[in-house]
């Protein structure tokens, strides 16, 4: 059944616990003011602050404490 | 590519009726044991897929080869619900799945890549997934036509990435495939089928099961999403064991990409893949759930597999 507005799709996702996705094409500036550009359909960007590969998420929110996580 | 070597009695009448210019005929026996059954049902799928050279393209909808598929599919299928336990996964749904896989605990290949496997254990496993990285994704997508709107535009959402977004040269099958070639392997489809255990045969047919089963669409679903949820970190660690052992980076780059990809498809195959499935149709959330365990289960039992080998070695 189609819900009555439509389906919900967002440009920005907050996930809990974990990335932010991000649809389409962006410039995303790191901490030290690095621009990476985006190269899939959909990119997450740590909010952790534990990834190896910065500004993307590499899964390690997983392993952090529940606290430590976004 | 030919037919592989039979590993039994059925797979050898299989074969040969497949091979042979007369009547499909002979299938009605008992497979020798899981290789042979696994390497039987393998060759069959492989029909739907890019087939063989010397089996007539016409045997992909032979009804003797699909009553012989259909026997060994009911089979498995039991064989996989019977390793199960149905569990009730905790609220909401997006969490209860990522715990649910995050607690099942199983031997590691990539930790043992990482630190201690030399370079014929690392070249061996290569070959061994081979079988699948070369057809990556390719499996799941039997499942777009048989999704309601929402979980089949996330789906594709996620296989466009997969593919490449449209770049051939993107598409991660034929990253595999760079990899193999520069590390001085063999490239094309299956080249290594004859060499890998009866645990590699089972991992590759439980993803065309689910995908050619419209019935076991929900499993699909949750068999990706297992397999993209343990994908991250574990090819960080199979990047640094290949660079350990110098393997080339055209094989590094291959991980590399998963470590990055797969922290987005994770996301996407549990939240608006899997997600929206069971907002859609409730009454499939337990296959979701079997797909995931049989994912895991299946992993488990072919790292086990080889880490006994390579111990006892
Ligand atoms: S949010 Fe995933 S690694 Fe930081
Ligand atoms: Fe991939
Ligand atoms: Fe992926």
Redesign the interface.
Known sequence: MTPEHGFEHPDVIICPGGPLLLRGDHVVEDADGVAHETVRPVSAVCRCGKSADQPWCDGTHKVLAARDRP | MLLPKARGELSEALFDTLRSESEVEGLDLRPTDGDDAHIALWAMYELHYAGFEDVDDEREWNPEVLRLRRRLERDFEAELRARHTATTLDEPF??GL?AYI?HHDGPSLAAHVQRKADREQVLELLRHRSIYHLKESDPVAWSVPRLP??PK?ALM?LQ??EFG?GDPNRLHAHLFALGLEASGLRADPFAYIDDVPVEILELNNAMSLFGLHRRLRAASLGHLAAFEAT???PS?RMAQGLARLELPQEMIAYYEEH??????H???AV?TICGALVAAEPHLVDDVVFGAFTCLDLEDRYAQRMLDEWVAA
């Open positions: 997006a969490e990522f995050a709107t929402a535009a959402e466009y990435d977004g994908s991250s970190l960080r470590v990055e990809a797969d922290a987005v994770e996301q996407l939240r």
